[in-house]
């Protein structure tokens, strides 16, 4: 479509999912304020969820969710092969998100007491990284639209993304959101990469830390402080191995 | 002219997860016609195990992308029931708003966004853009509004931030509620062109009778918790629920299967309708009437009609809930206080797709010994398969080409609205 005469360039998109709840890309579809020209922003030629277009010639390949079983691997595999680009969409494709809870349970026992004597299939849930080369990462559960229309802005704009490099403490000053560790809340924004407007901490709950640490997070006095708060250090494990985002820096 | 036919649909696209359809006639004879669920487990009863009661309802509500507030309320009353608590009144209005937010958003998204584009000859809705700007700046708004509620009540639309065990972690902002509220009675305007639309649907005549599974509404039509009824005239209460869903592996499947007096039953907003049409609004009824779904109705392409009826008495009741809210008392209560204890708890809630329930038992340390969770789409599974059978039998007998039955076999499969990942939790 036409803007002041001008044909914009838009960018051929597919969406992709895998090992999740779908939620990411669902985001896609949402704040509908401004999902018209989000969708003329670029040309989306597969999109399982809301379309039955079955195109193959896309330059973006955005996946959502972890990856768990063998085909998952293989479909990955292609999809990198045709892709320019691949976007991990969300904390599953990013980090391995929730699905990754389940690695701490032996598989085969979990298989017996969910599937009784007919196990299904599965392997431990990884992140995409693990597979293939992730160009853009856009951690998130679910993912932010806001932050997703931004990149795409910037692929319009052709200058370089860069996310966020601020922690949610920030986007809590933003929003006038009173502190919630000063509540008597465990919460994770001292240390979580911001940008998402903090909707946890606005709706009472402390960040749980779906988007991964901020750079520089300083992970050490961030435990010898919630310690001092006389938070426990099974559920400080337990917030901060949720979505697998600070795994790499708890192992450093 | 005995046809022969092969429709093999991997996956099933417009819907949340991944299905496959295959059918194969061989000279006017069906060999096969499948439905089969091939989504990647995920293991979140094993995953619930050992976690703390304040994690529940959060990992839980990963469970689904579409339908994340039902997961967590369903999560809170089961551990709520397992604990014995009761949720003050004004927590359990916001969680009903919450609920309806996300009825909104949902049954939107399907008939407008994810079935409407087979009545309208296209691929997706994404065209319309384009082509009816309009109509898609409608649909837009209209889903926004029940996004928008969902956000107000329980802090964001997808994976809720707000609902606790207890009740509700904070109580929305009286500006955000009156504006809710006119964005509402605007929305009641929109759907009046959303009921035209759908009218103008030309739904396949197909029907075969099966039984229908629902919340029992008592005063109201049901959302959260209750008795449980089936149109074969089985109740329970909330607690029997397994005798009430029955699960079941299959060989191929990674979703389970269920059944109850028949060899299948269906559950979603057909189902809630042939259960409770009484107790709809008189305006949903009027709009029922309009589309002419009239219970008992065993077309499942009809479910797309239910849930254009459900949308309009969701908005109005919803109305009637913001004004309640925005009349309770500044020190009226948003969370009891409660203690973790053992026991053994069931929270029933009918989402978007039909009865979800989750089933915690508890130690005393508040932590999660066991978990089941039953989801609506793995309760129709059989029935959708049954629906397959009988539409390919019909069309066999008839004939048709590939692509015509592709068509209509998708459609049926998409008209239940089905939630994959979700069933395969």
């Keep these: 479509m036409r803007y002041l005469g001008i044909e914009p360039v838009r960018p051929k998109v597919a969406v992709f999912d895998f090992t999740g709840c779908e939620g990411c890309e669902l985001q896609l579809v949402n704040k509908e304020d401004t999902l018209g020209p989000f ?98 990462a856009i951690p998130g559960c679910p993912v932010s639209k806001e932050e ?89 494990d337990e917030r901060l191995g949720f979505f697998g985002g600070f795994e790499e820096l708890r192992c450093a | 002219m005995r046809v022969s036919l092969d429709v093999d649909v991997r996956p099933l696209t417009r819907v949340e997860g991944h299905g496959n359809i295959k059918i194969r006639v061989h000279d006017g004879v069906v060999q096969e016609a499948r439905w089969d669920v091939v ?47 009761e949720v003050p009144p004004l927590a359990r209005q916001l969680r009903k708003l919450a609920k309806h937010g996300e009825t909104l958003q949902s049954h939107l998204l399907h008939v407008l966004f994810l079935a409407a584009p087979d009545f309208l000859g296209l691929e997706s809705a994404i065209p319309l853009v384009e082509l009816k700007p309009e109509l898609f700046a409608l649909a837009a708004r209209l889903k926004g509004v029940g996004n928008t509620l969902c956000e107000v009540v329980a802090g964001r639309t997808t994976h809720p931030v707000s609902i606790a065990v207890g009740g509700m972690a904070r109580r929305p902002d009286k500006r955000s509620l009156r504006s ?30 099966t039984e229908f599974v629902s919340l029992k509404g008592e005063d109201n ?12 005239g089985v109740e329970m209460p909330e607690s029997d629920y397994l005798k009430m869903t029955n699960e079941y592996v299959t060989e191929e499947g ?9 060899a299948s ?14 107790l709809l609004h008189p305006e949903a009824l009027r709009v029922a009437a309009e589309l002419g779904l009239r219970a008992p109705c065993h077309n499942p392409f009809m479910n797309n009609a239910a849930q254009v009826v459900e949308v309009v008495h969701v908005t109005h009741e919803s109305i009637a809930l913001l004004d309640e809210v925005l009349d309770a008392p500044a020190e009226a209560p ?40 039953v989801i609506p789409t793995t309760q129709n599974n059989a029935n959708i398969q049954l629906d397959l059978q009988r539409l390919a039998v019909e069309q066999a007998r008839s004939g048709t080409t590939d692509a015509a039955l592709e068509r209509l076999a998708s459609m049926l499969v998409r008209s239940y609205d089905p939630c994959i990942s979700c069933s395969v939790h």
């Design chain 2, 39 to 85: 989504e990647t487990p995920r293991f979140f009863e094993v995953m619930l195990k050992g976690k703390h009661h304040s994690t529940a309802g959060i990992l839980s509500a990963r469970i689904c992308g579409i339908c994340s507030i039902g997961h967590c309320l369903a999560s809170v009353r089961a551990t709520e029931a397992a604990f014995k608590v």
């Design chain 1, 148 to 236: 997703v229309e931004r990149v795409v802005r910037h692929v319009a704009l052709g200058v370089p993304f860069q996310s966020t490099v601020y922690p949610v403490c920030v986007d809590c000053k933003q929003r006038f959101v009173g502190c919630l560790m000063e509540r008597g809340h465990l919460c994770l924004g001292a240390i979580t990469r911001g940008g998402c407007e903090a909707p946890c901490p606005a709706g009472g709950l402390g960040c749980w830390g779906c988007r991964g640490p901020a750079p520089e997070a300083n992970l050490k006095e961030f435990l010898a402080l919630a310690r001092e708060r006389g938070f426990a250090d099974r559920e400080i």
């Design chain 2, 221 to 232: 039509y049901p959302w959260i918790g209750g008795t449980l009824l089936s149109s074969d």
């Design chain 2, 254 to 262: 990674t979703s389970k299967w269920c059944r109850l007096s028949r």
């Design chain 2, 334 to 373: 948003l969370q009891a206080e409660f203690e973790p204890r053992a026991g053994e708890g069931v929270g029933a809630v009918e989402v978007p797709r039909g009865i979800l329930y989750h089933h915690y038992a508890y130690g005393g340390d508040g932590r999660i010994e066991r978990a089941n969770c």
């Design chain 2, 265 to 278: 039953f269906a559950v979603g907003a057909l189902a809630r309708f042939n259960n409770n049409w009484r």
């Design chain 1, 39 to 136: 969708l003329q922003s670029i040309e989306i030629v597969r999109f399982r969820e809301a379309s039955s277009a079955q195109g193959e010639d896309y330059e973006v390949a955005i996946v959502d969710g972890a990856i768990s079983r063998a085909d998952e691997v293989e479909r990955l595999k292609r999809i990198r092969e045709r892709a320019k680009v691949l976007v991990a969409l969300g904390s599953c494709a990013c980090f391995g998100g929730v699905a990754r809870l389940k690695n701490a349970y032996d598989l085969a026992e979990a298989n017996r007491e969910v599937y009784g004597d007919k196990p299904k299939e599965t392997q431990a849930a990884r992140p995409v990284k693990d597979f293939v080369a992730v160009d853009l």
């Design chain 2, 180 to 209: 809710l509220r006119g964005e509402l009675e605007g929305g009641l305007n929109d759907l009046r062109a959303v009921v035209e639309l759908v009218r103008g649907f030309e739904i396949p005549a197909f029907a075969r009778e």
